[in-house]
């Protein structure tokens, strides 16, 4: 029902930046909120910056001040800006949607960041 592709992950360097994308097909993200998590290896998801329907956000507090995420309805996108990158932020990110007055989450297949010198 609903599909979410992410793009734009890749190796960077610390203090570099990138820029993922989140592509959903199958519904209209209007009412939904909206996401993305991180995964490295060993460790559980973890959510870094989430939009609700309504726009407002939230960052785990080691992102904050450094990525940024948004959403285009016009598109039914949503995009992390990474900014300033640490080795730390290295994962797998996980775009996820989920509607409000449901249970069920969707996950995008998850797109590689590598901060390393």
């Known amino acids: 029902q609903v599909q979410l592709v992410e793009s734009g992950g890749g190796l960077v360097q610390p203090g570099g930046s990138l820029r993922l994308s989140c592509a959903a097909s199958?519904?209209?993200?209007?009412?939904?909120?909206m996401g993305w998590y991180r995964q490295a290896p060993g460790n559980e998801r973890e959510p870094v910056a989430i939009?609700?329907?309504?726009?407002?956000?939230t960052y785990t507090d080691s992102v904050k001040g450094r990525f940024t995420i948004s959403k285009d309805l016009a598109k039914n996108t949503i995009s992390l800006q990474l900014n300033s990158l640490k080795s730390e932020d290295t994962g797998v990110y996980y775009c996820?949607?989920?509607?409000?007055?449901?249970?069920?989450?969707?996950w995008g297949q998850g797109t590689q960041v590598t901060v390393s010198s």
């Open positions: 199958g519904t209209i993200l209007r009412s939904y909120d």
């Open positions: 996820y949607a989920k509607l409000a007055w449901a249970a069920a989450r969707y």
């Open positions: 939009i609700s329907s309504s726009g407002r956000t």
